[in-house]
C-alpha cells in the first residue's frame, strides 16, 4: 500500500546547490516512484538554535507516493549522508488519526462563544 | 462565575491542519520563552491543541522554531 509522506531535509548551508540536488537525487531515487515526487527549495534559513557549529541550514521540502517498505533503505542513506545535519520523515496523510473537521463542524465550534452568552 | 469561553482561532480561520512549517502561525501560540500556550490562555480548541503542540514539537526539533528563547548561556 503506497501511502503519502513528506519529509523536510537540513542540508549543510557551506554545500554547493549542484551538490544538494544530487544528494536528493540519490535519496529519491531510493524511493522507486520518481513520478510522483514533489520538491520545494526553502533555500538557506537561519537556524532558530545553532546545530553543532551550524547556524544557517539549506531546507528542502519533498512530499512523495512510497510503500513503507522503501523506507528504512532511505532513511539510512540520510542518517549517513553527513550533508544532512537533520530531516524528518511523516505521514502527509492529514486524515490519519481522528477525521478532519468538516465545514460544519469548525462552523459550531466557532459560533460557540455567541451560543455561551446566550446561556 | 464561569468565564466566558474564548472561540478557537482555527476554527474561525476554518483551519484543518495545523502546520509545522508555518513558523508565523505556531509563533502566536508560544510564550516569551517558546513554551507552548495553554488552551486556556489561546482560546484553542481540544482537537486543535493537540495538532498544536505535535506541530510546536516538529518545529523545534528542524530549528524553525526554538526550544528556548531568552536563555543566556
Redesign the interface.
Same mark, same amino acid.
Given at each position: 500500500m503506497t501511502r503519502r509522506y513528506e519529509a523536510v531535509y537540513i542540508f549543510d548551508s557551506t554545500l554547493e546547490d549542484a551538490a544538494i540536488k544530487e544528494k536528493i537525487a540519490r535519496f529519491h531515487a531510493l524511493l522507486q516512484s520518481p513520478d510522483q515526487i514533489s520538491v520545494d527549495h526553502w533555500g538557506r534559513r537561519q537556524l532558530a538554535y545553532k546545530i553543532g557549529p551550524r547556524d544557517t541550514g539549506y531546507y528542502v521540502i519533498a512530499r512523495f507516493h512510497a510503500t513503507s517498505s522503501v523506507l528504512p533503505e532511505y532513511e539510512r542513506a540520510m542518517k549517513l549522508d553527513d550533508g544532512v545535519v537533520r530531516y524528518l520523515i511523516t505521514l502527509f496523510e492529514h486524515e490519519v488519526g481522528a477525521p478532519p473537521m468538516t465545514e460544519e463542524e469548525m462552523a459550531r465550534a466557532a459560533r460557540q462563544e455567541d451560543d455561551d452568552d446566550e446561556d | 462565575m464561569r468565564r466566558?469561553? !474564548?472561540?478557537?482561532p482555527f476554527?474561525?480561520g %476554518?483551519v484543518? @491542519?495545523v502546520d509545522? !512549517?508555518d513558523d508565523r502561525t505556531l509563533g502566536r501560540f508560544i510564550t516569551d520563552h517558546g513554551k507552548i500556550l495553554p488552551s486556556r490562555l489561546s482560546g484553542v480548541?481540544a /482537537?486543535h491543541q493537540r495538532q498544536l503542540s505535535t506541530a510546536i514539537k %516538529?518545529a /523545534? @526539533?528542524?530549528?524553525?522554531?526554538? @526550544?528556548i528563547r531568552g536563555h543566556l548561556a
Open positions: - | 466566558p469561553q !474564548k472561540s478557537c476554527c474561525e %476554518r484543518h @491542519y509545522y !512549517k480548541c /482537537r %516538529r /523545534r @526539533y528542524l530549528a524553525i522554531i526554538p @526550544y
